[in-house]
């Protein structure tokens, strides 16, 4: 295989790495808040006097789960603008 046809290539399954990371991290991290606010507002419908410690690990609990999102959208911005598949072959 030509050196250019290997790049495209390379290219070519980077962008597609590169969507399915940011979709498939969007999509878990809609789907995990989705369910975690559904629960919460479950429970505080239930028990309202433990709505104040409740909220404070939903907080928490948001905080985490778009900050995974974060670092998925952080790897695939390495894989788009340096990628170090690229780096091997010159």
């Known amino acids: 295989m030509e050196k250019m046809q290997l790049i495209a ?6 962008g597609v790495g590169i969507g399915l990371m940011i979709g498939l991290g969007a999509l878990g991290a809609c789907i995990g808040v989705g369910i975690m606010c559904s629960r919460f507002l479950e429970g505080a419908a239930r028990q309202p006097e433990l709505m104040p410690q409740l909220q404070a ?3 928490l609990l948001l905080g985490l789960i778009d900050a995974s999102f974060i670092i998925g959208v952080g790897l695939a911005m390495l894989f788009a603008f340096g ?3 690229l780096a091997q072959l010159k």
Do not use: C, D, R, S
């Open 83 to 85: 990628n170090p598949l």
């Open 9 to 14: 290539l390379i290219q070519a399954y980077t």
């Open 57 to 59: 690990k939903v907080f």
